[in-house]
T-cell receptor
Framework: EADIYQTPRYLVIGTGKKITLECSQTMGHDKMYWYQQDPGMELHLIHYSYGVNSTEKGDLSSESTVSRIRTEHFPLTLESARPSHTSQYLC??????????????FGAGSRLTVL | AQSVTQPDIHITVSEGASLELRCNYSYGATPYLFWYVQSPGQGLQLLLKYFSGDTLVQGIKGFEAEFKRSQSSFNLRKPSVHWSDAAEYFCAVGAQGTDKLIFGTGTRLQVFP
């Protein structure tokens, strides 16, 4: 039972449209992440946040932007979608564990297709 | 730099057979290691993790993994596979004090009856 929710699950949209992928978590986690996943490839971190008003770019350059106005909400926006943005986008959150590395909880993903 | 290699892109086993999925990592210090499973159309679910201590780690759904420092490996095993185990499996490595996990490219497991 996921405590992190992504909408929409599937989206097919035309080139040039603005899209927002929603991500919400009910666990009170401070840290949230967006990963991009393509078939046969590793997951790539594109954005992360340590808390409200904190956003950082990940290892993979992305034309998308994110915001963190509320702890539980971490939406991702593409101002002008292109076919190269077609991918699956996974949202995750974590609470920093005392031992160190974070254990991530993932949402079910948003599969975006840009025609 | 940290990296993770999953040499097997696709593995097929019969139901009831044993399973071993390979994972090799590259990291200068003791890593934190994870295995996640992704069922079709779903997000990733944590199977197990290794932070320290006993190098044989037990996870959910009957899976276990063994950390072998000398081989830089963290292979996932299950003694008897069920049809519901068909999914994609991802190994990941992290480091203390970092917020980022490095994932492998995944191994797709197919189970035949």
């Amino acid at each position: 039972e996921a405590d992190i929710y992504q909408t929409p699950r599937y989206l097919v949209i035309g080139t040039g449209k603005k899209i927002t992928l929603e991500c919400s978590q009910t666990m009170g986690h401070d840290k949230m992440y967006w990963y991009q996943q393509d078939p046969g490839m590793e997951l790539h971190l594109i954005h992360y946040s340590y808390g409200v008003n904190s956003t950082e770019k990940g290892d993979l350059s992305s034309e998308s932007t994110v915001s963190r106005i509320r702890t539980e909400h971490f939406p991702l926006t593409l101002e002008s979608a292109r076919p190269s943005h077609t991918s699956q986008y996974l949202c995750a959150s974590s609470a920093l564990k005392a031992l160190g590395a974070n254990v991530l909880t993932f949402g079910a993903g948003s599969r975006l297709t840009v025609l | 730099a940290q990296s993770v290699t999953q040499p097997d892109i696709h593995i097929t086993v019969s139901e009831g057979a044993s399973l071993e999925l390979r994972c090799n990592y590259s990291y200068g210090a003791t890593p934190y290691l994870f295995w996640y499973v992704q069922s079709p159309g779903q997000g990733l679910q944590l199977l197990l993790k290794y932070f320290s201590g006993d190098t044989l780690v037990q996870g959910i759904k009957g899976f276990e993994a063994e950390f072998k420092r000398s081989q830089s490996s963290f292979n996932l095993r299950k003694p008897s596979v069920h049809w519901s185990d068909a999914a994609e499996y991802f190994c990941a490595v992290g480091a203390q004090g970092t917020d980022k996990l490095i994932f492998g490219t995944g191994t797709r497991l197919q189970v035949f009856p």
